[in-house]
Nanobody, 122 residues
Framework: QVQFVESGGGLVQPGGSLRLSCAASGFTFSGYDMSWYRQTPGKERELVAAISSSGIPTKYIDSVKGRFTIYRDNSKNTVYLQMNSLNAEDTAVYYC???????????????WGNGTAVTVSF
């Protein structure tokens, strides 16, 4: 069973930092690109950052470039998202998944974890 377990979210003041973690299981983690997504109420889930299976290259949406860093530890089947200089627009539920352009399916099923909520506010 493919599983994604996100953690590390919370309440942080503007300008602060958080590190999100995503533990993946049920597939050969080191063989897949991985991505972080985020979603706010009433909006579609958007891909925020992606990392190749080897760790290089990476990509980011424009609004987080220079502030967020995605990296992975294939020995721990875990992908991370270091978020710095957070602002209110980063408030969302963050999810991880396999894939570079879109979430991969496994056996024609797209799996999602519960996500981890990030709130940026005073």
């Amino acid at each position: 069973q493919v599983q994604f377990v996100e953690s590390g979210g919370g309440l942080v003041q503007p300008g602060g930092s958080l590190r999100l973690s995503c533990a993946a299981s049920g597939f050969t983690f080191s063989g897949y690109d991985m991505s972080w997504y985020r979603q706010t109420p009433g909006k579609e889930r958007e891909l925020v950052a992606a990392i190749s299976s080897s760790g290089i290259p990476t990509k980011y949406i424009d609004s987080v470039k220079g502030r967020f860093t995605i990296y992975r530890d294939n020995s721990k089947n875990t992908v991370y998202l270091q978020m710095n200089s957070l602002n209110a627009e980063d408030t969302a539920v963050y999810y991880c998944n396999a894939g570079w352009y879109a979430a991969r399916t496994f056996g024609n099923i797209q799996y999602w974890g519960n996500g981890t909520a990030v709130t940026v506010s005073f």
